[in-house]
């Protein structure tokens, strides 16, 4: 995931590692030789397009909807075709309400019109105070739920590992996530939810339990799943 930093100083560009404590829960009963954080990828301003969400200071807010805004209206200014030129209308009114345009609800078509604009507030815009970057395990944790993502949890003797993942993803979609081999030949996921796993002290113990759930490829994957892929290789 690409994180675009706007107008905040002292953030790295590069990739950083997102610590989980549930993660060092399943880790400490798993006792696995390597442990695998999700990693997110801060880039500057001028990848700002690229970026899966955009982070930026409260104070930041009005001047990245005047970006918005003078893009808005040079387009305007172009006498775009009709169905443009309205969508562009709405999104001028937004803007001047000092509203993102992530938030004011497309359709598929309106996303359609407007799949090469460069506009920054139809991505996720996570505004924060200054004092949220002296804790960045939180503060990139509160980026991922705020922008739509999840993850799941793989655990065995050589890695406890998690992996970012959309909310709504499917089984089969989040076994691509790990290897192409293991979608391509998905037979049914093996589940057990992260409470489930943690109570019953382990893998073994939850099975025995009787928390193991088989799910097939149009399984919506939860938060903190503890999945098992069985496929054909």
């Not at 803007?95 to 407007?114: P, Q, T, Y």
């Not at 999840?150 to 989040?174: D, M, P, V």
């Not at 097939?216 to 938060?223: A, F, P």
């Amino acid at each position: 995931m690409k994180i675009g930093i706007f107008a905040i100083t002292g953030l790295t560009p590069g990739r950083h590692n997102v610590k989980d404590r549930r993660l060092d829960e399943v880790d400490r009963l798993v006792k696995a030789k390597k442990k695998t954080y999700i990693q997110v990828e801060l880039t500057g301003e001028d990848a700002l397009f690229d970026a899966d969400a955009v982070l930026a200071l409260k104070d930041s807010k009005t001047d990245l909807i005047l970006k918005d805004l003078e893009f808005v209206e040079t387009r305007l200014g172009r006498n775009p075709p009709d169905q443009e030129k309205a969508l562009l209308e709405r999104f001028k009114d937004a803007l001047e309400k000092e509203c993102f345009l992530r938030d004011i609800g497309l359709s598929a078509e309106d996303k359609k019109i407007i799949s090469g604009y460069s506009l920054i507030t139809l991505k996720p815009v996570i505004l924060i105070e200054k004092e949220e970057l002296e804790d960045t395990d939180n503060l990139w944790s509160r980026v991922l739920k705020e922008s739509g993502f999840i993850s799941f949890f793989t655990a065995g003797e050589k890695e406890t590992r998690a992996w970012l993942i959309k909310q709504g993803t499917i089984a089969w979609e989040a076994a691509g996530v790990i290897h192409s081999d293991i979608q391509k030949g998905f037979i049914r996921a093996e589940i057990i939810g992260f409470d489930d796993f943690i109570q019953a002290g382990g893998e073994s113990q939850a099975k025995q339990a009787g928390k193991l759930r088989l799910k097939q490829k149009d399984y919506i994957m939860q938060d903190t799943d503890l999945v098992n892929f069985r496929f054909n290789k």
